[in-house]
C-alpha cells in the first residue's frame, strides 16, 4: 500500500472505532498499521484492547507477542498470555494457546519449551496457525543450525 492509501485507512479505521470501539477488524488493521510504520507502542496498545474484550483472539495475541519482542517489552505480554488461559481453561490444549507459548518461550530463548508447546499446537485445524508454525519451525531450526 501506499503512503496515502495507509492514511486513508488508518482515517477510516479511527471512524469506525470511534462509532464502535471494539471492531475487531479496525482495532487490528490500526494495530497492523502502526506495526508497518514501526510505531510498536500504538500498536501494542490496539492489540492489549482487542485482547481485554476477546482473550482468545489467538492472532492478536500472536501480534502483540510479536510486537512486545520488538519493542523491548516481551514480558508485558505475559498478563495477556495468563488470561487467555484463564479464558481458555475449559478447552483443554488449546493449539491456539500453545502456539502463542511456544512463540513467547521462542522470544525468551526457552527453545526446548518453545518445540514441545509447537508441537502441542499443531492440533490446530486452523491453516493460518499452521502456516506460521511451518514458518516459524523454519526459523528456529536456522537459528539451531546458524547460531548467532
Known amino acids: ?4 492509501e495507509l ?13 464502535d470501539s471494539n471492531n475487531e477488524a479496525a482495532s487490528v488493521l490500526m494495530a497492523d ?13 490496539h492489540f492489549s484492547q482487542l485482547l481485554l474484550s476477546q482473550p482468545c483472539n489467538w492472532t492478536a495475541l500472536t501480534r502483540l507477542i510479536e510486537v512486545m519482542k520488538r519493542f523491548g517489552t516481551l514480558s508485558e ?19 491456539g494457546l500453545n502456539y ?30 499452521q502456516m506460521q508454525m511451518t514458518c516459524l519451525k523454519l526459523e528456529i531450526v536456522e537459528s539451531l543450525v546458524n547460531p548467532g
Request: charged share 25%.
Open 33 to 45: 498499521l502502526s506495526f508497518r510504520k514501526m510505531e510498536f507502542e500504538s500498536a501494542a496498545y
Open 100 to 129: 502463542c507459548n511456544g512463540l513467547f518461550e521462542w522470544y525468551n530463548g526457552n527453545l526446548n519449551s518453545a518445540l514441545r508447546y509447537f508441537n502441542l499446537s499443531r492440533r490446530d485445524h486452523m491453516m493460518k496457525f
Open 77 to 95: 505480554s505475559l498478563p495477556f498470555l495468563q488470561r487467555a488461559e484463564q479464558a481458555s481453561a475449559k478447552y483443554k490444549n488449546s493449539p
Open 1 to 4: 500500500m501506499k503512503s496515502k
Open 7 to 19: 492514511d486513508m485507512c488508518r482515517n477510516t479505521c479511527l471512524q469506525i472505532l470511534q462509532i
